[in-house]
């Protein structure tokens, strides 16, 4: 879904005018883009998972995000002989990440899986499940956003900010 993150200055543009103008809209705009982010994310999982090649990784460090929050880096190396260092395409953290420093998994291993045609695109094997967790309740709050602006729209309940 490189058209969110293409346009993304326009969908902020866009989102910023509704507020104004009909929050609902914005409402709209937003479970939008979160369902379908979620929806993409998700869609990536399951396809590595089922396509996807299996390798060893070592985690060399982690990096904080802009909100503080830790990601893995992890250094591997494709069936074909290729090596790289790269964080995982999809990596859902809790808040304790702020906080914990990992000290104690650098330099563990942990089993990873790569896209085939874009190596460069990793998942961490072990943490599946929380992955897959995180972008259900991503989905879940995706489609309430847009469930609210709805029946905001048809009149049902009333969006006043």
């Known amino acids: 879904m490189k058209y969110l993150d293409k346009y993304w200055n326009y969908y902020v543009g866009i989102f910023v005018i509704f507020m104004f103008v009909k929050p609902a809209l914005s409402f709209l705009l937003l479970g939008l883009m979160i369902f379908l982010k979620s929806l993409d994310y998700f869609i990536f999982l399951k396809n590595i998972k089922k ?40 990596y859902a953290s809790t808040d304790l990440s702020i906080f914990k420093t990992y000290n104690d998994k650098i330099d563990q291993k942990t089993a ?21 967790f995180s972008l259900i309740f991503m989905f879940l709050i995706g489609i309430l956003f847009c469930l609210i602006s709805v029946l905001s729209l048809l009149g049902y309940i009333e969006m006043n900010l």
């Open 51 to 90: 396509n996807g090649a299996y390798t060893e990784g070592k985690i060399i460090s982690y990096k904080a995000d802009n909100d503080g929050h830790k990601q893995p880096y992890i250094q591997y190396k494709t069936k074909e002989g290729e090596s790289f260092v790269e964080k995982p395409f999809y």
């Open 112 to 132: 990873i899986i790569y896209d085939k045609n874009i190596p460069k695109r990793i998942a961490i094997e072990s943490e599946a499940n929380f992955n897959n």
